[in-house]
């Protein structure tokens, strides 16, 4: 490797665990305090006091609303909840199992070509994109699971807030109040969460200067994984396979024994508990009474105190992230689990339109480097001459020759 080279590649760090990527004044997290801030405001206090609408208004615009901005600025929702007839008509070709997510990436992709305005990365055109994108979320995701088990479109309530309304068009009932609340909540504790793993993949992606939506489908494809937004139904996959309170300490054991994964535990920032799950926590407490399902919570309840006690997670720091409490305040609040993930996506749209919103007034092209690992050289082998034993052959001088560099 050329020195000049050699000097600028410093070590790997895989996962790039540790490494500062970018700058934003959105939000701030202590992995070792437990502490997560929007643009300085607790989210604790955030959760006590305020609502998911307020809290974008808030992102996107670095200072809270008057009353007059805010009520402007919901109306300004309400009017760009309807649907696109080609959307309402593409929602209509997905087989009825698909998934949520590969629904929402696609639907979301597809909205680009109805919008005149697409290729323009201007301030102003990308905080009407950033209002849009917002406000149709629910509409799509209300308006899939309504044409997948074959019921008309409930159209939007423009008297109902965020949460509200969702449910509404989710249901076609008038929501109750507990629920709303439980996914008000829930939207203002995932709106934004520093450079994780979709927010950067928007960021890459707007960094070449591609348009909004092209950003946001790509986060949409990096929070599917069940390393990041898919752990919330990976809880209630496994609060499903454990099935009762008194099957919890078996569970658990066997769980150990075959070196598994608990979804909804570990971080990669916070060495202790996430704050989000904390509140998370009492929420599930509290809408379990609510809607007559304790028990659910307290098997998830159970299944952490073990953990919690258990060498294994104490000498690596793992704790209860975001996703533990979602499942169950998602499952209260009467989400089918396979729209869980597109949930946590109607929330975090803020957060990926605010850090693009960033991106974009003071840009440059994100392209990091990799290390080489892979051979200096290797003879170029013609197709006539090319036999399994010819290429085992060189694949095992080169094996060797990089074992002994
Ligand atoms: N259960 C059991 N052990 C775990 C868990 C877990 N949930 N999470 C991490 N560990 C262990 C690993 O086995 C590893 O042990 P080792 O050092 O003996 O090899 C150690 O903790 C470190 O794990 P890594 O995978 O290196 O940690 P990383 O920072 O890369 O991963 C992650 C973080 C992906 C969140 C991980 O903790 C995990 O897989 N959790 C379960 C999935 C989950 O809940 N994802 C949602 C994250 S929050 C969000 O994105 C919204």
Known sequence: MPDKDAAVIAAVAKGLEGVIAAATSISSIDGTAGRLTYRGIPIEELAANSFYEEVAYFLWNGQLPTQVQLDQFMANLVSMRTLPDNIVAALKLFPANSSGMDMLR????????????????????????ALRLMALFPSIIAGFHRVRNGLEI???????????????????????????KGIDLYLVLLADHGLNASTFTARVIAGTEADMYAAVTGALGALKGPLHGGANQG???????????????????????????????????????????????????????????????????????????????????????????????????????????????????????????????????IRPRAQYIGPDYQPYIPVAERTVEKLAEVAQSLHMSMSQS
């Open 235 to 365: 809880v209630m996959d496994m609060l499903d396979e454990v099935g009762s309170l008194d099957h919890v300490d078996a569970w658990f054991d066997a769980t150990m024994a075959g070196q598994r994964r608990i979804m909804g535990i570990g971080h990669r920032v916070y060495k202790t508990e996430d704050p989000r799950a904390r509140v998370l926590r009492r929420v599930s407490d509290e809408m379990g009474y609510a809607v007559g399902k304790h028990d659910l919570h307290e098997m998830a309840l159970r299944i952490e105190q073990r953990a919690l006690s258990h060498p294994h997670f104490v000498e690596r720091k793992l704790a209860p992230n975001v996703d533990y409490y979602s499942a169950t305040v998602l499952y209260y609040a009467g989400i089918p689990l396979d729209l869980f993930t597109t949930i946590f996506a109607m929330s975090r749209i803020v957060g990926w339109t605010a850090h693009l919103i960033e991106q974009y007034a003071d840009n440059r092209l």
């Open 154 to 180: 409930v159209p939007p309530d423009p008297v109902l807030g965020h949460a509200a309304n969702f449910l509404y068009m989710l249901t076609g009932e008038k929501p109750d109040p507990v629920k709303v």
């Open 106 to 129: 696609t639907v979301i992709s597809l909205l680009s070509v109805s919008d005149p305005d697409e290729e323009n990365n201007s301030q102003e055109s990308n905080r009407r994109k």
